[in-house]
C-alpha cells in the first residue's frame, strides 16, 4: 500500500487526487495494492491567487515540501495550488499539481 500526503485538507482537491489516483490504478500495477492518504493544511508561501504560473507551479511545490518539513511520512507528497495568468488577450484560471516521491 501507497501512501500520499497530501498539502491540503480541502475536500474538492483531496477528491481530486483520490479521482485521478482511481484512474492511474488501471495503467500502474505499483498502484494496484492500494493507497491511503494523509491530509494535512499547508501554506503555499505564495499570495492568495497567484497571477502567474511560475508562482502558481512554486505554491504547489512549497506545499509539499511543507508535508516533507514536518516529518510526515509518506511514500509521495503531493502539492495542490490554483492560479491565474493572462496569455495574450485571454484570461486563464488553472491548477497546478505537484508530486515528490519520498526518494526526492
Do not use: W
Amino acid at each position: 500500500m501507497l501512501t500520499f500526503a497530501v498539502g491540503t485538507t480541502r475536500a474538492p482537491k483531496v477528491d481530486g487526487i483520490k479521482d485521478g489516483l482511481a484512474e492511474c490504478v488501471l495503467h500502474y500495477d505499483a498502484l494496484a495494492g492500494g493507497f491511503e492518504f494523509v491530509c494535512e493544511k499547508t501554506e503555499s508561501g505564495v499570495s492568495d491567487m497567484p497571477l502567474s504560473i511560475e508562482e502558481t507551479m512554486k505554491g504547489a511545490k512549497n506545499r509539499a515540501s511543507s508535508l516533507i518539513s514536518q516529518g510526515i511520512n509518506a511514500d509521495y507528497y503531493v502539492g495542490i495550488e490554483g492560479g491565474t495568468s493572462r496569455f495574450g488577450d485571454k484570461a486563464y484560471l488553472f491548477g497546478i499539481v505537484y508530486v515528490e516521491s519520498k526518494a526526492g
